[in-house]
Structure formats: C-alpha cells, structure tokens
C-alpha cells in the first residue's frame, strides 16, 4: 500500500518511518519541483506525479500552504484526507476565522482587514494592543505586524498602504492576555471515530516552538473535555480525517482557539514515546480507514526542538527515555534540526530531567531549557 | 553519518527505521548480488559495495551467514562490528561449542563428528536421544537429523556416509530434557559497556519461533542474574560490540546455552515497544560508539510472528497497546510476513489480550496462540 504526502520535510519523513510498520509505503511531493522524491534521502524516485497519485490509496499532506493548484488535482481522485477545504482553511486565517465564528467556538477578537480604511477606527474596535496577521501567504517574509499603541497606527497605515489587502486581508486580532499557550492534536477518522492526545503545554522563543511538555500541569478532567469538545465541533464540520492540530490561549479555565493546523504537528510529536500511538501513525491510520490506535499515556513527556545547531554532545543518549529524532537536513538559523523527547514517571522528575539536559545542550539554542526545567521541578508531583 | 548492514532482509529494515531518527542511515547489501540496496524497498542504490564500505562510520550485519570472503574484505575497513570472529562463531557450532567449553559455559553434551566411525559407540556416550546438526552451511536443505533410540543409527550412518564430514562436521548433540526455551538480548559497547534486556521465554513450532513473551513467566533476580554472567563471559571473551543473542534451555535453575547469534534477533522484537530502548536502536548505538540506551521495561510484553500469511483481519490494530511490524515481503509457505507486539501491564493480562488477537488471526498461522494466552490468564498477575 503506498500513501503519497504533499511535502518533504521531516513530518513526511517520521510519517514514513511510522507507516513502514504497518506494511504501507509513503512517497513524498517536492512542491518546489511537483517531483516524487523519497521523504527520508530526498532523492528523486522516478515516478512521476501522475503515477504517485494513481498508485496512492491515499494522498495527504504535511503542511498547509500546499499549492492550491495541486490539492485540486488531487482532490480529484478521492483520496485526499484532509479535505480540501480543510486544508485551505489551516492555510487561510479568514476561512479559519468563519469556521470558528461559524461553529461558535471562542476564539480571539478580530477584524478582516482588506482595506486600509477599516484602521481607522480599529482602536476602538480592538483596543490599543493589535496584532496584525496575513491571512494567508502572499507577503514575501512578512506575516505579522504589532500595535503596542494607539501611536504605532500611523506607521503600520503606510506599510499596509503597499500590500494588497483586497486580495490578502490581513487578520486584526485583540493582543489577549493568557495564561499559557497549549494544543490539542487529535484524530478523526473515515467512520467519525474521534481521539485525542492529551493536552499540550508550549513555549514559544521569536515565535518558535522550542518545548513542549504533555499532558499540561494541573490538567483538570474539565479542561480536556472542553478541549476535546472543541476539537470534536471542528472536526465534525470539516467532515475531517487524520491529525488535526489546535492551537490555543488558557485563560482561567476558558480556551480560545488560536488557530487551526491540518496535518501532524510539532506540539505532537511527544507521542512517539509518550503514547501508546504516535500522532504519525495515527495520521496514517485515519488516512487508510484503519482502526485509530489508543492514544493512552506511557510517561509524562517533554519534546524540546534543536533549532539552528547540529554540533552539541550526543552523551545526552545515556539518560534513561530520552530520543533523539534527527531530520537529516542542513543546519540554518532557526531551522528545526530535530527534536528530542523526554520522558518520566512525573512532571517533577521530567523537570529533573530537562535540568540533567542542560548539562549536554547549549543554551545559546535552548534558551528555554532551564527555565522550564526549573518550574517543572517545583511540581507537587 | 552511514552504517552498511550485510543482508537485506526485515532486520535491516528495523535497524534502518531505528537509525533514521539517530540521524544514521543504514543500507543493506544484498549478499547474494553482492549490491548495496535501501534496506526497505530493496532497490539497488547505485553505490558500489567498495564506495559504501569506504562511506560507512561502521559495518555490520543481520546474519550470521554472510560469505566468509565478504566478511574478510568488510573487516580490512577496521569498522566491522561484531568483529568476524564473534560473527564465525555464531555461523560454525565447532567454533560455537569450542566459545562455550573453553569459557566453562554450560551447554548441551555434545560431540563433533567429523568421520562415521565415531558413531559407534555414540550411544554409550550421549545415549540413544541424539540430534546431529550441520556445523555450518554446506548441506543444501539439511541441517538437523534426530535419532530416537539406537535402532535409528544405521540409517543415519548410512545417510552420513554421503556426507563431506571432515569439510563440514555434525554436532552430535545429547537431547535435553528441559522445562522450556529462553533467551537472553544484550548489547556491549565499544567502552565494554553491557546492558541485558529481560529474559524472553520463546514457543517454537515445527523449528519455526511463533511467540515470545518477555520477561518470562516466574522471572527471578537469580535467574535474570545467571543470565547476565553468561552473557558478560561470552560478550567480553569476544570483545564482542553490538547486540547479540544467546538461547539457551532451563532446567529448574540451571541455564544451558543452546545457541548464540551474533546480531539482533527475533525473540528480542518485543523490545521495539516493550523497552525505553529496542534492540535494534542499541545495536546502531553499540556499533558507533554511542552510549548504550535503558533496558527498562516499559510492559510486559509478548511478540507473535506471522508466518506464511498477509490476509487477515487488520482490526486487531483497535486492541490497545498492539502493534503491527510488517516487513513488506511476498508470501510463502513458513516465511516471516511480520510479527506483532503486544504489550500490558501483566503476564495475566497480556494472557487476556492475547485471548483477543485470536479471534481476529487465523488459527492455523497461529497454532500457538491460543494456547499461550490461555497459559498466561493462570498466572497471578
């Protein structure tokens, strides 16, 4: 069995790794050059994108802004999982917008701005504190722009002044006070089957995902039903199948869903060792109408990105459950190398751990290591 | 970084799928063609067996059985780990049984016959249960003979004198009386570093291994204990590097060493799901230099191959905490398709969820499964 993904990086490499066990092969889409290439070497395979796609008993992607033209054909063979629209809408933050506004799921205060004039009063709509996105690509290396004050408008009116609003609005949203960045990832399947991981607690560094620590301190019952519903409204009104990605703001015991991600994740990817099922495997397993896999906790778990750096000491492979996940690729800055997950018997002991970690990594790339290595430490258990 | 795995076959695979995350990759030479393929799809990758020794940080293999030729020329590279004597020594049982004695380790009493005069009083040595077996490769679709009672020997004198005894030696082996089958993986590394795994207690069918279940049923310290000595003896007298199996029989608390193999093995799948670390992540670690990975047990667990068969009912994927390792191969009579990872949180358990897998695999692929789980639901926990 063959699955063909949309997408080369290193979440179609550890769908490969995960579906080569399960007896189904995964061929990957270089969507620079249209051209199937092996999602682990990169190397070109030989067949053609036409072929992959007939050959495919399912098709899927690895991230969003896959170019429309090619999820239409696709979409044409009836095997895409996601569907399209649900993959435009993670790749399109105004029909993300209208799904959520649609299915009265809270979300952050917004306006669509697709002319320049609508800032006028955008103080008084949103407040001094707004956080300007494009809503979909199209800003070559631009995509967010922030009004700490009133005085900020002036300036982000001219720059607004030479984009195209009318054919990319930008997404005004009310800077929200929250508690903590966390995720849901889930699964949908082909009968409707749902299941989700537990929640994910994430900690962001110039707006880069640098660790995440699963399930959430002081997860409550409460707060993962509630997640869960969310995720369940959402998947349900795609009609969607495989992972599924939701980004959200705690504040108190409210969740405000951020946005939305069609496809594994990187707040994910403690699954390998700390689920029972991989977000991976189960990805695939949506994908070819297999039973979803338990999504039962085996540890406590932090998953801590290496971001821009190759060279540090691999002897941190001697602390007990701790992986190593390598992508393989040429270092860059603030390109994700690879992850290393973690896990323990309690969010105290993960916390002993990420400190033993500290020991081995340099800090200059894991700026945030200590820090929640130290607050992890304080838990009560 | 690349490591060249002599044999092509599903332990290559599962070293190549345990290695990518590492950030090693692994490929597999086709010892019959003498080409370099990708350990998964079995293509020729174009690379010269010459250019990969010289490309590869380390050499190994996934059978005991590789040209000797082969092993020669892999060992001029200095990066050939197990070295080729430890390799030889689990491809010849007159090297294997000359390790044994000359390092006291107790096995089955046992004489090399290398002439048929010799059987003339084997009854008064080893009395009438004796299995003759092929030292090594050499007789094409023979390698065991048994003799029941002494009435059997001139048949098979007559059946040895067509035989080159002096080229290829038998092992006439006394038949043990012992309570049941089991076996030790371990790793050693460079440093001489060692980590055992738990015991593993294997059924076997028509010579074919179809469970395992790890720890064995009734594991004591003293036991796991004489295990671990025998595996040290062994491992260090070789300056063995890598993971290697050692199968021996129990009788009461006595452990006698029926085999070794020098790589990973079958009966230590379990520890794919079962382990913080598999065997075949520890054997890439040992064979680079890497700090050995934890032993710890993550479940009870048992491992069924799936022998001779692909169709059958994928929804025993929906039992939690059962996975599916395929190994992508065309079916024949008594070939290994793949096998099956179960895991729970005790032997009575396990019994009951192997109790499960039956009602979804076909019995007569699977003539021990049954019984097993009804073994394992007696036990107390």
Redesign the interface.
């Known amino acids: 069995m063959k699955v063909l993904v949309y997408g080369s990086g290193q979440l179609a ?1 550890m769908m490969y ?1 995960a579906a ?4 189904v ?1 995964v061929s990957a889409v270089d969507v620079a050059t249209d051209t199937v290439v092996h999602p ?2 990169k190397e070109e395979t030989g067949v053609s994108l036409q072929d992959a796609i007939k050959e495919a008993v399912a098709i899927t992607v690895e991230f969003e802004h896959v170019p429309e033209h090619l999820l239409l054909e696709a979409d044409k063979s009836s095997k895409l999982f996601p569907n399209v629209a649900s993959i435009l809408a993670g790749a399109d933050r105004v029909r993300e917008k209208a799904l959520l506004t649609n299915n009265n799921i809270p979300n952050c205060q917004h306006l669509i701005i697709s002319q320049v004039d609508q800032l006028d009063d955008i103080v008084e709509q949103l407040g001094e504190k707004v956080i300007f996105k494009a809503s979909r690509d199209g800003y070559d290396g631009y995509g967010q722009w922030r009004m700490g004050q009133a005085s900020d408008l002036p300036k982000l009116r001219d720059e607004f002044l030479n984009l195209d609003l009318q054919s990319v609005p930008l997404i005004a949203e009310r800077m929200m006070q929250f508690d903590r960045e966390i995720s849901l990832v889930g699964a949908r399947s082909k009968q409707g089957e749902i299941a989700c991981f537990s929640l994910a607690e994430n900690l962001h560094h110039e707006g880069q995902l640098h660790v995440s620590v699963a399930p959430i301190t002081g997860l409550t019952d409460e707060l993962q039903q509630k997640a869960n519903a969310i995720f369940e409204t959402l998947a349900t009104a795609m009609d969607y199948v495989g992972v599924l990605a939701v980004e959200l703001f705690q504040c108190g015991n409210e969740l405000f869903v951020n946005e939305i991600a069609p496809r594994v994740h990187n707040s994910g990817h403690w699954t390998q060792q700390g689920c ?1 099922t991989s977000q991976f495997e189960q990805h695939i ?1 949506a994908c070819l109408g ?5 999504i ?1 906790l ?1 540890d406590v778990s932090a998953m801590v990105n290496v971001i821009g750096c190759k060279n540090f000491d ?2 941190f ?2 602390i ?2 701790v ?4 992508y ?1 690729k040429e270092v860059r800055v603030k390109r994700k190398m ?1 992850h290393i997950n973690v896990g323990a018997k309690s969010h105290k002991t993960l916390g002993t751990k990420l400190q033993k970690l500290t020991d081995y990594l340099p800090v200059e790339h894991f700026p945030m290591l200590e820090a929640e290595a130290l607050r992890l430490q304080k838990c009560k258990n």
């Open positions: 490499q790794l080569v066990p399960l007896g092969i682990v070497s029972d397993r297999l039973p979803l896999g338990s039962e085996r691999r002897d492979m001697e007990p459950n992986h190593l996940h390598w393989g690879g």
